[in-house]
């Protein structure tokens, strides 16, 4: 099986990274994000997010073997700070 670029497998959780700028950590925003399934959950991103914080997507992970229960998705928020402010 191949390694897929964007999402990492630990467990039963599946992991991926989100880039927001700072207005929307700082004011909070809403999100769509791909999930493993190919579907598009809405994540609300709280005002105060800081770089890293990680966002839990309940029952989007993978398969537990031979039971239908599902592990997370697990979101990490990296907030984009600009270089230059004009």
């Keep these: ?3 897929h670029p964007t999402i990492k497998r630990s467990g039963m959780d599946a992991h991926t990274s989100q880039n ?4 929307d950590a ?3 925003c809403e999100i769509e994000v791909e999930t493993i399934y190919g ?3 809405k994540v609300k991103i709280e005002p105060g997010t800081q770089n890293g ?3 839990r997507i309940s029952k989007e992970g993978f398969y537990r073997p031979n039971t239908s229960s599902k ?3 697990v979101l990490n928020i990296k907030v984009q700070v600009p270089t230059k402010v004009t």
């Design 20 to 23: 927001i700028s700072i207005i």
């Design 26 to 28: 700082v004011l909070g």
């Design 53 to 55: 914080h990680e966002v």
């Design 71 to 73: 592990g997370n998705h």
């Design 39 to 41: 579907e598009q959950k």
């Design 1 to 3: 099986m191949k390694a």
